[in-house]
C-alpha cells in the first residue's frame, strides 16, 4: 500500500522568503516521489521527481526537493519566493517495477503576499 | 501534435443516467488513469490500466467504470450507482516511470 501525506493545506509566505511546503510518504517498497504544480486556472504539470541517485534532485523555477528515506519526506522547498509561485502543489508516490499506481496527497495551496 | 484530449469539456448528469467520459491518447502511452479533483481533496485516483484489456481499481472506485479496448482510449462511465458525482475529472498518460501527462478535463454536474 502507498499513501502519501501533505501538511497543511494551505501556507502563506512573504515574497522573498523560504517556501517549504511538507510531503511524507508510506510505501512498502522503495518510492518514486514527484511534486507537481497547478497554476490557476491551468492543468497540473511537474516540477521534479526522485527515482533513484541523487536524493536532492532540482526542479523547475528554482524548486528543489530532498529524499529522506528515514524520515519518509520528501519536502519541497525554494530560497526565495516570487509571487509567480502562488499555485496548489501537489506531492506523489509511485514505485518502480510493473505496478503503475500513482497515489496524489491532497494538495497544498501556495499564497505570497507582497 | 501528441497529447490526451478529454470530452466533452462540460457534461450534466441527470438522477439515474449513466455517462461517459471520453479520453483519448496519441502517445502510445501504456498507462492510463482516472482522477476525481473535489475541493480540499486533491486527486484521487479512480481507476488505472497498465496494459490493453486490463484495468485496476484505484481507491474510489465504487459508481464507476471502465474499459481499455485500445491502447489509446480510457474512457470513463459515471454509473447511477455514483451518488455524488459532480466533480472535475482528469484523465491522465504516461510510459512507466516518466511524468504523468494529463488531458484538460471534464467538469461533470448533475441537473
Known amino acids: 500500500a502507498q499513501s502519501v501525506t501533505q501538511l497543511g493545506s494551505h501556507v502563506s509566505v512573504s515574497e522573498g522568503a523560504l517556501v517549504l511546503l511538507r510531503c511524507n510518504y508510506s510505501?512498502?517498497?522503495?518510492?518514486?516521489l514527484f511534486w507537481y504544480v497547478q497554476y490557476p486556472n491551468q492543468g497540473l504539470q511537474l516540477l521534479l521527481k526522485?527515482?533513484?541517485?541523487?536524493?536532492l534532485v532540482k526542479g523547475i523555477n528554482g524548486f528543489e526537493a530532498e529524499f529522506k528515506k528515514s524520515e519518509t519526506s520528501f519536502h519541497l522547498t525554494k530560497p526565495s519566493a516570487h509571487m509567480s509561485d502562488a499555485a496548489e502543489y501537489f506531492c506523489a508516490v509511485t514505485h518502480g517495477g510493473s505496478n503503475y499506481k500513482l497515489t496524489f496527497g491532497k494538495g497544498t495551496l501556495l499564497t505570497v503576499n507582497p | 501534435d501528441g497529447g490526451i484530449t478529454q470530452s466533452p469539456k462540460y457534461l450534466f448528469r441527470k438522477e439515474g443516467q449513466n455517462v461517459t467520459l471520453s479520453c483519448e491518447q496519441n502517445?502510445?502511452?501504456?498507462?492510463m488513469y482516472w482522477y476525481r479533483q473535489d475541493p480540499g481533496q486533491g486527486l484521487r485516483l479512480i481507476y488505472y490500466s497498465q496494459i490493453v484489456n486490463d484495468f485496476q481499481k484505484g481507491d474510489i472506485a465504487e459508481g464507476y467504470s471502465v474499459s481499455r479496448e485500445k491502447k489509446e482510449s480510457f474512457p470513463l462511465t459515471v454509473t447511477s450507482a455514483q451518488k455524488n458525482p459532480t466533480a472535475f475529472y482528469l484523465c491522465a498518460s504516461r510510459r512507466v516511470n516518466e511524468k504523468l501527462f494529463f488531458g484538460s478535463g471534464t467538469q461533470l454536474s448533475v441537473l
Open positions: 510505501s512498502s517498497v522503495p518510492p518514486y
Open positions: 502517445l502510445n502511452h501504456d498507462a
Open positions: 526522485y527515482t533513484t541517485g541523487a536524493t
